[in-house]
């Protein structure tokens, strides 16, 4: 439960070794009587995100054994595997971004209905503003999951639930690493500043950095053939 300065007490990570979910948990008011449940591949929760039996037996098995006060999905796949072909890149790409992320969401909103009380934050992208020839797939996926994700927020209103969107530039990490980094590049340490901001603002979406949202405005505003040109440089 929240404790008396509404700090959340009981928290799940979904994506344990997200550098960018980690770095949002470190960036929290210090608890020591918080209990973090970090849900990867291996440990106690258990998940291949993609599995669907095994995505409803951890939420389960996390809402079992008391209230949430607080979801951090952070699970994302680039889709850039070179060891696989484009459209299976794309597949695991929808599988990861969207499918198993929209059950995750599904799954805890539902349960947070049910004790009346939570916070859900997901990890969108600024790649889902608007479609480019490099990426258009991996953006693809988060314009989904990013379109769902602020429905499902509406739904939400007057049941004690919460759901907030995170949605990051180029984030300089592992899973970015060997990758030319873009204007406006953050660490995943700055990244999780946004991320806790996200958490106790009274919006629905953080862009990270907040530049990005003005910067979204003026993607969407080019004519396509000034931005094919922008986006390829």
């Avoid at 929760?45 to 809402?63: G, M, S, W």
């Avoid at 484009?86 to 597949?91: E, I, Q, R, T, V």
């Avoid at 997901?122 to 429905?151: C, E, M």
Wanted: contains cysteine.
């Amino acid at each position: 439960m929240l404790n008396g300065f509404k700090n959340p007490g009981r928290i799940a990570l979904i994506g344990a070794k997200s550098e960018i979910g980690l770095a949002i948990v470190s960036q929290l008011p210090e608890d020591k009587s918080r209990e973090v449940i970090l849900v990867g591949r291996n440990g106690e929760y258990a998940l291949d995100v993609t599995d669907r039996a095994a995505r409803e037996r951890v939420v389960e098995a996390i809402f079992d054994k008391g209230d949430l006060d607080l979801a951090i999905i952070a699970v994302g796949l680039l889709g850039n595997d070179p060891t696989k072909s484009p459209a299976d890149n794309l597949l695991a790409a929808m599988d990861v971004n969207y499918l198993s992320t929209v059950h995750l969401l599904e799954l805890i909103s539902d349960r947070m209905k049910k004790q009346a009380h939570g916070t859900i934050l997901v990890i969108s992208s600024f790649a889902q503003a608007r479609p480019r020839d490099d990426n258009f797939g991996y953006g693809s996926t988060k314009a989904g999951l990013d379109f769902y994700a602020r429905g499902l927020a509406s739904t939400l209103n007057g049941t004690g639930v919460t759901l907030k969107i995170l949605r990051p530039g180029f984030v300089k990490s592992k899973m970015t690493e060997g990758m030319k980094a873009a204007p406006f590049s953050i660490t995943s340490q700055e990244c999780g500043k946004y991320g806790a901001r996200a958490i106790r603002s009274r919006g629905l979406v953080m862009w990270a950095p907040s530049i990005l949202k003005y910067i979204a405005f003026i993607f969407k505003s080019l004519p396509p053939s000034v931005f094919r040109k922008i986006s390829h440089r």
